[in-house]
């Protein structure tokens, strides 16, 4: 990672084949499928010189594939989904593998976890202790209480899709300020991931971009393009979300300290 060409780390995609059977609270069935063969070619035919799989909802706990390919490629890193009782064997054999954190995929969700409860405090201590992350997906009105105590038991947090900021006021509402309180914590983390689900134009996105960057700097913003794309709205392309994100931050300078830092983070 030395010199002027800095590769560019795609911090969210999802791996699965059809094979892989869906979680029983799967919110959509995929039409297709990425396998880490296929996302190899592709990062090497735009640009991309490492990717970090994100879990999937869709295949709830069920972390087989992610761990197969983050195990067999050097390029790539992964999260997972955890029952909190988790054992921490089984936790340290995934570092081994190549995994670097846990998701806490709460989107849709009826009724959040309580992360008060002795099993998650357990989980969140030996995330802690792995130097693992906490990757949060989740609506962004139910951002504060999640960050409060996720910041208070001391895990490292990175939070999914922009932080969900509201389609009118952005970062205006207490979600918003929640997230933006957290950046300035030095703990936390957000990725310019999944604009393309919001419904908003490209100034608007680049203007959340800004925002964020301005509250947290250029070393805790992360860039990722939600491959394949699943439940998308209108076609995107892999072209797409790699050209997207110099719009999003268009200082190269910016981009390139965004770059190094995903490095560090996943890789380092």
Do not use: C
Not at 151 to 180: I, N, Q, W
């Amino acid at each position: 990672m030395t010199g002027d060409r800095v590769p560019l780390v795609d911090t969210h995609v999802h791996l699965f084949t059809r094979a892989l059977p869906l979680a029983a609270r799967a919110w959509t069935r995929p039409e297709g499928e990425l396998t880490a063969e296929t996302f190899l070619s592709m990062m090497d035919e735009h640009g991309v010189g490492y990717g970090v799989v994100s879990a999937m909802s869709l295949l709830g706990d069920l972390n087989d594939y992610t761990i197969d390919a983050v195990r067999a490629h050097g390029r790539l890193r992964g999260t997972v989904i955890v029952d909190p009782a988790t054992d921490r064997y089984v936790l340290e054999r995934m570092k081994a593998d190549g995994v670097v954190g846990v998701r806490f995929q709460w989107r849709r969700l009826a009724d959040l976890p309580d992360l008060t409860d002795p099993a998650y405090r357990r989980l969140l201590f030996r995330v802690a202790d792995l130097d693992w992350h906490v990757e949060v997906n989740i609506e962004g009105e139910r951002l504060p209480p999640v960050l409060d105590r996720l910041t208070a038991s001391g895990v490292k947090v990175v939070v999914d899709h922009f932080g969900d900021p509201d389609r009118e006021s952005g970062y205006a509402g207490p979600g918003g300020a929640a997230l933006l309180r957290a950046l300035g914590t030095g703990r936390v983390w957000v990725k310019l991931s999944a604009g393309y689900r919001f419904g908003v134009g490209p100034d608007t996105l680049a203007g959340h971009a800004a925002t964020l960057i301005e509250a947290a700097g250029p070393e805790h913003v992360f860039w990722g393009s939600d491959a394949p794309f699943v439940g998308a709205r209108r076609q995107v392309t892999y072209r797409d979300a790699v050209n997207s994100f110099a719009h999003l931050v268009p200082d190269a300078g910016q981009r390139r300290r965004i770059s190094l830092a995903a490095h560090a983070f996943y890789f380092g």
